[in-house]
Nanobody, 113 residues
Framework: QVQLVESGGDLVQPGGSLRLSCATS????????MSWYRQAPGKDRELVAA?????NYADSVKGRFTIIRDDDKKMLYLQMNSLKPEDTAVYYC?????????WGQGTQVTVSS
C-alpha cells in the first residue's frame, strides 16, 4: 500500500523557518520524481519544488526553500527559510513516474504575525 504522510506544518512568524517532512512507503522511492506542491485558499495547486535527475524551484521560493530527498530513508523534506505571509498554504508531497502519481494528505503552513 502506497503511503505519503506529510508533517511539520505550523504557524510561524514572517521571516521564520520550517522544515516539512514526507514519509513514504509502498513504492520504489528512488525511482520517482519527488516534489512539493502547495495550495492556498482560493488558488490552484502549484509546484513549489521537484527533484529527480535535476532539481527545480518555483521562482517565488528560489533562494529560500530547499528540497531534500533521502533515498535510503524514503523521505522527502522541504526546508523553508525567510517565510512570507504569501507562503501560507497546504503543502503536499507528490511522487510521480511515467504517468503514475501518488499524493499525501497535506500539511498546513501558516505564516502570520
Amino acid at each position: 500500500q502506497v503511503q505519503l504522510v506529510e508533517s511539520g506544518g505550523d504557524l510561524v512568524q514572517p521571516g521564520g523557518s520550517l522544515r516539512l517532512s514526507c514519509a513514504t512507503s509502498g513504492f520504489t522511492f528512488s525511482s520517482y520524481i519527488m516534489s512539493w506542491y502547495r495550495q492556498a485558499p482560493g488558488k490552484d495547486r502549484e509546484l513549489v519544488a521537484a527533484t529527480g535527475d535535476r532539481t527545480n524551484y518555483a521562482d517565488s521560493v528560489k533562494g529560500r526553500f530547499t528540497i531534500i530527498r533521502d533515498d535510503d530513508k524514503k523521505m522527502l523534506y522541504l526546508q523553508m527559510n525567510s517565510l512570507k505571509p504569501e507562503d501560507t498554504a497546504v503543502y503536499y508531497c507528490r511522487a510521480a513516474l511515467l504517468g503514475r502519481e501518488y499524493w499525501g494528505q497535506g500539511t498546513q503552513v501558516t505564516v502570520s504575525s
